[in-house]
Every structure is written in structure tokens, then in C-alpha cells.
């Protein structure tokens, strides 16, 4: 199938068409994998875990804050619940600059995602420094919520005993008597030998520089731009 009406070399053409084909089969696998997951059978019942919540808009101040529960989250019982979990606070003293570049970009589509799903961003780190790392960047899009000093990081492993924190994503649903269940987990690392790839089709850039002659190489997100 021709992607443009340019008359490229013969060696050009050919290439490009193998190309195409891989790229069908990885969507076709990815595919694959995305029913795999759908028909997940139901995980755990999980503890209604109580979250920090200041103002819901960046502008109206740190205080006064509020608590949450998990099953409050959920606007709607059919609804997933689709958790960001920050890699900030206690052990990791700074934000980690490729969760920013993730939720600068959810940030972004979280009007898109709010049509579907609920979405939350969860941190280990108190409000005030959340709120102050989420108005640098102009998070006026999504809810923060603080984990206090609850086991939520550390149960789904975005958090491990000395208190470093993970980036991960988790998808949660509500039982029909209310109780939050959980569905689905993922982190960067996906193996010995892959530590930093699980999550990355989250992150747009990523796949962009995908795209160039050049590839993704070894650039790495920073918090000074």
C-alpha cells in the first residue's frame, strides 16, 4: 500500500512495504493483547484506601483539605477508575521527570478520558508539594490525591520498603455492594531485561521520536523545560 505519490527509488519502496507489514502486525498484536486484558477474570476486592484532597482547582490554595475514599472516586458504578500513581514523595524528594512528561500529556486528553473513565493522579507526597510540582506544570486538568498514610503505594507496588517510589498505572472497578476491586496493574519494567518500556505507550513522545531517522536513542525527559 503506497503512503504517498512520490516516485522513490525502487530499494526505498521495497523496504518501506516490509515495513508496513510489520507495523500491521504489531497493531494486530497489540490488539491481541488489549482482549487478553478486557477478559481479565476479576481480581482482587481491595481496602477502601483514604486519599488527601485539597481544591480541585490549582488556583484556589492549599487549603482546606479533605479526605477521600477509593469507592468515592468512581462517579458512576459502571465506570473504571484509572489511577496514575506519581513516582513523589518520601524516598523520591523530586518529582520524577518522566511521570511529569506522562501526565503533561494526560493532562492534556483528561477532558477526553473524563467521557469514559474516571482518572486520578496519586502520590505518596504530601499536598502542599504535590500542588506546588502540579502548578509548575499547569495540571489544571486532573484530580491529585495525596496517599497520606495509607499502604496504597506500597500494595500495588509503586512503592517498595525503604519508600522509593515506582511509576504505575492502575485500573480499578466497584463491585456492585460498593466495594472497590482491583483490575489491572503495569509498571515501566517489565522483566529483568526490560526496565523502562512497560508503560510507554502512555507517553506520545516517545513514539514520535520512534518515527525519525534517529530514534528515541537515549533521550530522557527533564524538569527545566
Known sequence: MEQT?????????DSREKLLQAEIALMRQREA???L????PPGATV???????????????????GTVRLSELFTSPDRPLVVYHLMYGKRQTTPCPMCTMWIDGLNGVAR??????????????DPPALRAHARDRGWENVRLLSC????????????????????????FTLDPDGSPRHFYTSHPQFDDDIRERGIDLFAPAWHILDITPQGRGDWYAGLDY
Open 5 to 13: 505519490r512520490l516516485d522513490e527509488p525502487a530499494a526505498y519502496a
Open 33 to 35: 493483547a488489549a482482549a
Open 37 to 40: 486484558r478486557r477478559a481479565l
Open 47 to 65: 481496602q477502601d484506601y483514604e486519599f488527601i484532597e485539597g481544591p480541585r482547582r490549582l488556583t484556589d490554595g492549599d487549603e482546606p483539605l
Open 112 to 125: 477526553h478520558l473524563a467521557q469514559n473513565v474516571d482518572f486520578v493522579v496519586a502520590a505518596a507526597a
Open 148 to 171: 497520606g498514610d495509607s499502604s496504597f503505594q506500597h500494595d500495588f507496588e509503586a512503592e517498595d520498603d525503604e519508600g522509593w517510589q515506582n511509576s504505575t498505572v492502575s485500573v
